[in-house]
């Protein structure tokens, strides 16, 4: 069974420190992996795609790495602001025998930064 | 920029009546789509992928007949939620694949439903 995980589940911060959000997956046989942030009551932000041939993607201060054969990737935020509150979701895509594709999430970190 | 629109993002309706969901990729193709359910402080649960002029692929212990999936264009998929009854109340949320792109999922701002 493909499943996902995040750790951990919950997280609070001062402003400015440096984050690390792990997400583990228990196939490695991935197409892709996705990182997005949910607001409460709203739909998904997409932050970073990384392919399953790419080590790492970066964005701005986020910074996503992937390592298949260990079934983890981690996002890295710096200097984490009051805005950075929310929960992020990981989801890894693979493809089916049939030809369709299939997106696992994780269960999510909340993440809340205080001023 | 890739823009999914989903409506209603409320609705609020009665127990036994049925509602529809559309989820629209306003400026792109997309010949999939994916609808995900989410319950209160938990992860999105994958209900179904919709392939355009094909049937809906759904996920173990979801029922078919409970939530229609019609695909019918390359930028419109559709749920129903049948007969609702007030345990069906949820946070439902469509995503889209972009023909041609990278893999990349673009998300509808979701559709909460309250069933009385």
């Known amino acids: 069974k493909q499943e996902v995980t995040q750790i951990p589940a919950a997280l609070s911060v001062p402003e400015g420190e440096n984050l690390v959000l792990n997400c583990s ?4 046989a991935i197409y892709n992996l996705q990182w997005f942030r949910q607001d409460p009551g709203k739909g998904l932000t997409s932050l970073l795609l990384i392919q399953s041939s ?6 701005g201060r986020l ?4 390592d298949k054969s260990s079934g983890r990737s981690t996002l890295y935020i710096a200097a984490s602001q009051p805005g950075d509150s929310a929960t992020y979701l990981c989801a890894v895509r693979y493809l089916m025998n049939t030809g369709f594709q299939k997106l696992v999430f994780g269960t999510g970190t909340r993440l809340l930064v205080s001023p | 920029g890739a823009v999914v629109s989903q409506h209603p993002s409320r609705v609020i309706c009665k127990s036994g009546t049925s509602v529809k969901i559309e989820c629209r990729s306003l400026d792109f193709q997309a010949t999939t789509m994916f609808w995900y359910r989410q319950f209160p402080k938990q992860s999105l649960m994958l209900m179904a992928t919709s392939n355009e002029g094909s049937k809906a692929t759904y996920e173990q212990g979801v029922e078919k007949d409970k939530f229609l999936i019609n695909h ?4 419109l998929s559709t749920l129903t939620v049948t007969s609702a009854h007030p345990e069906d109340s949820s946070f439902y949320i469509c995503s889209a694949l ?8 673009f998300f509808g701002e979701g559709s909460r439903l309250t069933v009385l």
């Open chain 1, 25 to 28: 997956f228990t196939d490695s």
């Open chain 1, 54 to 59: 790419q080590r790492e993607q970066t964005s």
């Open chain 1, 63 to 66: 910074n996503a790495s992937l």
């Open chain 2, 72 to 75: 019918a264009s390359l930028t």
């Open chain 2, 98 to 105: 972009r023909d041609g792109d990278t893999g990349e999922l």
